[in-house]
């Protein structure tokens, strides 16, 4: 398999300049919490010639990919491959004996060996198992999911994490299509969102779409996991160290933006006069919100059309009250968005496609 011929990792010029800029030092450490197939990674270590990556990814498949190229780039001696998923990131650190970092990079999308190889299950527009595993030795596929999850987690999953609007319909007709042998493949479950969703109230595209992204990210546990993620990294960040990430649907974009604002504003009364410098920012905007792609890489490259590119670096060290409220936010999980009055933000619309690593 040429690795670089379905390879094409989204914004690669601009992650490599937030990374690298961070890691230039000798003995410097860059953490790569989605290794994928090591696009963006070995242009991290080829940039960043003092470094050393830490490459984390929880598809055995990948990981082994990952490493033969970097084993033929010449990069073998600064790579370390884990095996892991990212939200076990202190303890990735933890056994290595390492304290802080320099750079800590996620790629949110799917990886192009998950995409390309439709016995996984990840699109609708072949038919496959309903599998949907980034990880194929755990137990819980899509397929468990749609023929033994009871009809209202079916629907809050399809609400929450496709923003489904007929989310109820298509939770009540899974379950219906149990008592006919239940759900098997991604044909089945495309022609049964087709029958439910009104023609006339479909987004552009596949009707399913929505659907699929829902379970995939129930699958792999995605929001929950960056969620715990996020503040593990923080916490691991040297001072001068930087936290890059590429988002590719709005729950994701908007749990990454609300987590760097909190460390991006005054931690103090808008009317104090003068701000404690405790109560300062901790975090600097390196990024200035989103990057998006421009025409010509959404046209050599359609999935990063969605993609939210964004960074902070940190200016000084996190104050003892943020730290704690990271300690317990990594074990806490996602927190589905809402507004000023705890119900759900209806502004979030859902972008799936994906980027590639």
């Avoid at 916490?235 to 649907?249: D, F, I, M, N, Q």
Wanted: charged share 30%; with cysteine.
């Amino acid at each position: 398999m040429d690795i670089t011929a379905i390879h094409q990792p989204v914004l690669l010029e601009d992650c490599v300049r937030l990374v690298t800029s961070a890691a230039g030092r000798p003995g410097a450490i860059i953490v790569d919490c989605t290794l994928g197939l090591a696009g963006h990674a070995t242009a991290f270590l080829h940039n960043a010639p003092e470094a050393t990556l830490i490459g984390i990814d929880r598809d055995e498949e990948a990981l082994g990919l990952a490493t033969r190229r970097m084993k033929d780039g010449g990069f073998e001696g600064r790579f370390i491959p884990v095996h892991a998923a990212f939200d076990e990131f202190a303890d990735v650190l933890a056994e290595r004996h390492i304290d802080k970092v320099d750079a800590v990079f996620m790629d949110l999308g799917l990886s192009s060996l998950q995409i390309d190889e439709t016995e996984r299950g990840f699109s609708y527009s072949h038919d496959a198992p309903l599998d949907m595993r980034m990880d194929v030795t755990q137990t819980r596929t899509a397929e468990t999911i749609l023929n033994e999850y009871p009809v209202e987690r079916l629907r809050r999953i399809f609400r929450e994490y496709g923003e489904e609007r007929f989310s109820g319909p298509i939770a009540k007709a899974v379950v219906e299509a149990r008592d006919r042998g239940g759900l098997h493949t991604s044909a089945q479950l495309n022609e049964l969102v087709d029958r439910v969703v009104p023609k006339s109230h479909r987004p552009a595209g596949n009707p399913a779409k929505r659907v699929f992204q829902a379970l995939r990210i129930e699958v792999n546990g995605e929001l929950d996991k960056l969620a715990s993620t996020l503040p593990q990294a923080a916490l691991h960040l040297a001072v001068g160290g930087r936290l890059v990430v590429e988002s590719y649907h709005s729950l994701e974009d908007k749990t990454v933006k609300r987590f760097m604002a909190n460390g991006l504003k005054i931690d103090a009364p808008a009317d104090m006069p003068v701000v404690p410098p405790d109560a300062r920012p901790f975090f600097g905007d390196i990024t200035h919100g989103a990057i998006k792609a421009d025409e010509g890489e959404i046209a050599s490259n359609p999935r990063s059309a969605s993609v939210r590119l964004r960074g902070i670096e940190l200016v000084r060290p996190i104050p003892e009250r943020w730290a704690e409220r990271y300690a317990r936010q990594q074990h806490e999980g996602y927190a589905e968005p809402t507004d000023a009055n705890g119900r759900r933000d209806a502004r979030h619309t859902s972008r799936t496609r994906r980027g590639r690593r």
